[in-house]
């Protein structure tokens, strides 16, 4: 699904739609499970990638990474049990 679909009005120049289209292809197929199924869902990716674009990035490696790291669940911080000897 191509990221015009997600849209939903917001309006981007030709090359601004061209590019996050890039990024969205890419974050997408870094996402690809091998049951076919992508988490997060697209339209989350997609307005990542909206939200970066509208502070001004282009560059579609970028996109894709903000919103990839976006998109990933925070880990915990877990202290180890056995700290390094002093």
């Given at each position: ?5 997600h849209?939903?009005?917001q ?7 061209r ?8 974050a997408?197929?870094a ?11 697209r339209?989350?990716?997609a ?8 502070a001004?990035e ?13 998109t990933?669940?925070m ?12």
């Open positions: 699904m191509p990221i015009r679909s849209l939903n009005g309006r981007f120049d030709p090359e601004t739609i590019v996050m289209g890039l990024a969205y292809e890419m997408v197929a996402l690809q499970r091998t049951d076919g199924t992508v988490n997060p869902t339209e989350t990716v307005q990542k990638i909206f939200d970066l674009a509208k001004g282009r560059d579609p490696e970028r996109l894709c990474d903000g919103a990839l790291k976006a990933q669940p880990a915990p911080l877990i202290r180890d049990p056995h700290p390094p000897p002093a």
